[in-house]
């Protein structure tokens, strides 16, 4: 999964436990060496009932609202068929 940039996670104080509950809203795709990915949108940690807003309705990365131009990803989950 296709969470946010590093900074950004960081930024938001987001952390997770291992084995942590979670709910993703968002896209899969097939990366270029075939692996399937999940670019999420939203995630609920159900522990806490919180809910992070990573990207707006049309999918747009908020972190791109400040004019950044920083986009790498933390990749927190990577499934190789």
């Known amino acids: 999964m296709l ?3 590093n900074w950004l ?3 938001m104080g987001i952390r997770l436990q291992k084995g942590a509950s979670i709910k993703v809203v968002g896209s899969k795709f097939y990366a ?5 990915c999940l670019v999420a949108r939203t ?3 159900m522990s806490t009932g919180e809910t ?6 049309t999918c747009r990365p908020v972190w791109l609202r400040s004019g950044s ?4 990803c ?3 989950f990577h499934h190789r068929p």
């Open 3 to 5: 969470l946010a940039p």
């Open 9 to 11: 996670v960081r930024q």
């Open 32 to 36: 270029k060496d075939g692996s399937l």
């Open 43 to 45: 995630m609920k940690i």
């Open 52 to 57: 992070i807003v990573l990207r707006d309705r």
């Open 69 to 72: 131009k920083k986009n790498s």
């Open 74 to 76: 933390l990749r927190i």
